[in-house]
């Protein structure tokens, strides 16, 4: 198996596909009976949930974040051995024996997801969004897949979720969605916006970013701004910088024709918000990160001191690649002269 990408439920792994055939043996089938089949869906500011509990098994979900894809998944209320091999594809409904062309999708274990730690086989993007349109079809999805243990391979597993009763939900799912942000925008708004040492003034590609995120603004209905600063970690240091800076900003939303109520300026640690419709714009500057503090009589650096170099080191490499850090020091006039020095 191959190691995916961290997403923000934990760690991703891909499945590898395979194809079945007529000597594997099924272990165990799961489905929800017709007369029991139903959906559940659930919403918030920043989500669309649809969900269908499968009996004896556990929860088939489609759930669909602001600025992420779409995921479909399955999960079992237990802890069993590795599942090693896994695929998914859009079947009939058991009432009906014309068989379809089917296609496999790429399948992703995901790991680590709360503190039950129950595995889930997940696909996202396209593939979530095909079983959408099959369920509407009155398809079944069906997962299969297999699972080892230390006497190797066990018989196949099959999940089909059912479409019974799916369309009675499918268009709250469908009116949830349409004001979600598209896939990857929430982040590309959301930048940091850098100046430079003792500098008020927006480079040419904070103006850029300004364009796109003015652009956002006037189309969707109800967006707002929210100015933060990336260097807050400077405390009480950093508050006049990033004040004066990010009036500038507000200036500049002004003059392209967003109106002062949409924009709101918050100076210190701001936690992040789940409302989808708020775009965060950062101000990054180095003014308030250059004085290092270290303890009376004391050479190491408190934790504190050490995240601002941390920010510092970011600011240096995201924003001057190439330029040169000129570390300078002095002690007050107390103590003997050859500790200070």
């Not at 055939?21 to 649809?50: H, I, R």
């Not at 850098?194 to 189309?219: C, H, I, M, P, W």
């Not at 004040?243 to 507000?250: E, F, T, W």
């Not at 002095?330 to 002269?337: L, M, V």
Request: positive net charge.
């Amino acid at each position: 198996m191959n190691m995916g990408n961290r997403n923000m439920f934990g760690i991703k792994t891909i499945l590898s596909i395979f194809v079945l055939v007529s000597s594997v043996s099924y272990a165990e089938d799961f489905s929800t009976p017709l007369l029991k089949a139903d959906w559940m869906y659930e919403n918030g500011p920043s989500f669309c949930q649809l969900k269908q509990e499968i009996p004896t098994y556990g929860m088939a979900e489609f759930m669909h974040q602001s600025g992420e894809l779409l995921r479909f998944s399955i999960r079992e209320n237990r802890n069993k051995s590795e599942i090693v091999r896994a695929s998914l594809v859009a079947d009939t409904a058991p009432w009906i024996h014309q068989s379809v062309p089917k296609k496999d999708h790429l399948v992703y274990l995901d790991l680590l997801i709360d503190i039950q730690n129950y595995p889930r086989l997940s696909v996202y993007g396209d593939s979530a969004e095909t079983m959408l349109d099959a369920l509407a079809k009155g398809m079944f999805p069906t997962f299969s897949y297999i699972r080892a243990s230390v006497a190797g391979l066990l018989p196949e597993t099959r999940v089909a979720v059912s479409s019974v009763n799916f369309l009675s939900k499918y268009q709250k799912f469908i009116d949830c969605r349409k004001d979600f942000l598209p896939f990857g925008l929430k982040t590309v708004l959301e930048k940091s916006y850098y100046f430079k040492s003792g500098s008020k003034v927006l480079n040419a590609s904070a103006n850029r970013q300004l364009k796109d995120t003015v652009k956002y603004l006037k189309e969707v209905s109800g967006s707002r701004v929210l100015i933060v600063s990336d260097t807050s970690i400077a405390g009480k240091r950093d508050k006049n910088w990033f004040l004066s800076r990010a009036n500038v900003i507000l200036a500049n939303l002004i003059k392209q024709g967003i109106a002062k109520n949409r924009i709101s300026i918050k100076s210190g640690v701001v936690s992040s918000s789940i409302d989808n419709k708020l775009i965060r714009l950062s101000v990054f500057g180095p003014d308030s990160l250059k004085t290092i503090y270290y303890r009376k009589g004391n050479t190491q650096l408190t934790q504190l001191e050490m995240q601002r170099l941390d920010v510092m080191v970011r600011y240096a490499n995201e924003f001057l690649p190439n330029a040169q850090l000129l570390i300078k020091s002095h002690t007050d006039s107390k103590g003997k002269r050859a500790t200070n020095l």
